[in-house]
């Protein structure tokens, strides 16, 4: 009876993640009438992060250089940055809304990626160091929010230690590790500046572990959407100035209750309205760990239904592999290296290779794309050979 | 037989076949037979040849439209393999036209339709195909005797 309640919910499962691949192929289709394939945005959701990513790092070198980790003097740094420097409010806001589109890009990537099944078999890989990238980058948006040491910076450390607090055991340590003290100070800064800029550099560790798997990554959208971002942030920088909200700076006598949302990287913050600290700590936790699962528990379709996309990992032909590189280059996962060969091929062209190439199992997605590289009949799909599909040919030539 | 068989290779990911085919061969067009294959690049392109050669009057490759390939290069590269294999049916006397490749999504089922049948009456339209060989034509040519009339 429990079996058939899951396979029940499995199908409901099913059911609607096919609905929202359709659904996101749907949106495609749409785009694809206004702009030509090669420039839908939603295909380059990757490389517009990655535009937004690099947006933010220089225009936050230049924020770097005027910055003062103080309790002090932290406020009157950025004042100064944004009224006095020439163009420093526009960095200013440069950097803030870039971050939005770095959410909102990694968001569209994570989506798009999850519903069109582009996480299974081998491509875990990026997926995990994805979900580490969004962790990270939420992260550094909510210290960067803290560095400006206005009022809501000062109520945003109030509720990220009273989540702390919530953590049980290590809770007490984390705010004293957070606040380098008891209570906040000129080192909290200090601190909250390191944590900003040190997980942002580590995002490009997980880029490096996102790419690993990758030949040929798409890493930056079409140059007119390189210029329409970066023209789009300046343009909301310049029109939208990220002083129009007005927050007053931090003081200890403050008791700040609300501060203008940024809901892309406020949101937890705002569960905390109706949830209690540890119940949102609880609600990340569990959405990051679910997240992580998805490659190993979520199948939108059973191995049967995927029929011929679940054709087993490809195999090397030893005796006809001439280790002439083809597949080894157009592998779209660096799945396939070429060895040195331990012996002779058999067939003619075979006889004299220095080369062999190896499948590596955990790598390969079952794509077949090796097989079509492979010009010596040297690679197989197990369940669908060269001899099925020419079988397949000839049947359909007879009838 | 009056219309001449054509062979698609259709990625299982692209163009949803279910509304457009049934047993094999498009609704619409009886004539055109049906391979589903795990991705567009799965296809060699020495397979497209043995199709022409074993009396397919054409053959045609679908992907998912560029840049989407649910394997990220697919369509890319067997766009360009089937370049070079038109370059190389000119150099064998076989008319390029009678390979394609064509790109659709999901929900492309019209446009593919529309597209599959201008590629069958581009082929109606050229001189009639060498009859149909046996064997493999990877290898040589050969010039065994017709068994177009068979099959």
Redesign the interface.
């Known amino acids: 009876m429990s079996s058939a309640t899951t396979d029940q919910a499995t199908g409901r499962y099913a059911r609607s993640m096919t609905a929202l691949?359709?659904g996101t192929?749907?949106l495609?289709?749409w785009i694809?009438r206004v702009y030509p394939?090669?420039f839908?945005p939603l295909?380059?959701t990757g490389g517009l992060s990655n535009l937004f990513l690099l947006t933010l790092v220089l225009s936050g070198i230049f924020l770097f250089f005027y910055y003062e980790a103080s309790l002090g003097s932290a406020f009157a740094s950025i004042q100064y940055l944004t009224e006095r420097v020439p163009y420093g409010g526009v960095i200013r806001g440069v950097h803030r809304y870039a971050a939005d589109g770095f959410i909102v890009g990694i968001l569209l990537h994570l989506f798009r990626n999850w519903f069109?099944?582009?996480y299974l078999f081998a491509r875990d890989n990026p997926w995990i160091s994805g979900m580490f990238l969004l962790l990270f980058a939420g992260f550094v948006g909510v210290t960067g929010y803290q560095l400006v040491w206005d009022e809501r910076a000062q109520l945003l450390t109030t509720l990220v230690v009273a989540m702390l607090y919530s953590i049980p055991a290590a809770g007490q340590g984390l705010v004293h590790l957070l606040l380098g003290g008891v209570g906040v100070s000129d080192t909290t800064l200090v601190r909250l500046l390191y944590l900003h800029i040190g997980p942002a550099s580590a995002l490009y560790a997980f880029l490096w572990w996102h790419y690993l798997r990758?030949?040929?990554p798409?890493i930056w959208p079409p140059g007119v959407w390189t210029l329409f971002c970066v023209g789009l942030v300046f343009l909301l920088a310049g029109l939208i100035p990220v002083t129009r909200d007005a927050i007053p700076p931090s003081s200890p006598a403050a008791r700040p209750t609300h501060f203008p949302m940024d809901v892309f990287f406020m949101l937890p913050f705002w569960f905390m309205n109706i949830l209690p600290a540890g119940g949102v700590v609880a609600l990340l936790v569990l959405l990051f760990v679910g997240g992580l699962a998805i490659p190993y528990l979520s199948r939108r379709e059973t191995p049967a239904q995927m029929?011929?996309?679940?054709?087993g990992v490809a195999q090397v032909v030893d005796g006809n592999c001439t280790g002439c590189e083809l597949c080894y280059y157009?592998c779209?996962?660096n799945a396939i290296v070429m060895v040195p060969s331990p012996g002779r091929g058999l067939t003619k062209a075979a006889a004299n290779r220095t080369l062999l190439a190896v499948v590596i199992e955990s790598r390969c997605?079952?794509?077949?794309?090796c097989?079509?590289?492979?010009?010596f009949e040297a690679l197989e799909?197990p369940k669908?050979m060269?001899r099925d599909?020419?079988n397949?040919?000839?049947?359909?030539?007879?009838? | 037989m009056t219309e001449p068989t054509v062979v698609g290779f259709i990625c299982d990911w692209s163009v949803d076949l279910k509304p457009l085919s049934e047993g094999g061969h498009l609704r619409e067009l009886p004539h055109v037979r049906i391979i589903r294959v795990p991705c567009s690049g799965f296809v060699r392109p020495s397979w497209l040849e043995e199709t022409l050669t074993r009396g397919a009057a054409g053959v045609f490759v679908t992907g998912c439209p560029y840049g989407d390939c649910l394997n990220r290069e697919g369509n890319f590269l067997m766009r360009d393999r089937i370049e070079q294999l038109h370059r190389r049916l000119q150099r064998r006397k076989v008319d390029p036209a009678r390979v394609a490749m064509l790109a659709f999504g999901l929900h492309d089922g019209p446009g593919f339709l529309a597209q599959v049948k201008a590629f069958v009456e581009r082929i109606a339209s050229l001189p009639a195909p060498a009859p149909a060989r046996g064997g493999r034509p990877t290898v040589a040519q050969p010039a065994g005797a017709s068994e177009g009339d068979a099959s």
């Open positions: 691949l359709r192929l749907r495609d289709v694809n394939t090669d839908n295909y380059y069109t099944d582009r990758l030949r040929h798409k029929e011929v996309r679940h054709a157009d779209p996962y997605v079952e794509c077949g794309i097989i079509g590289a492979c010009p799909l669908l060269e599909v020419l397949q040919v000839s049947l359909a030539m007879q009838t």
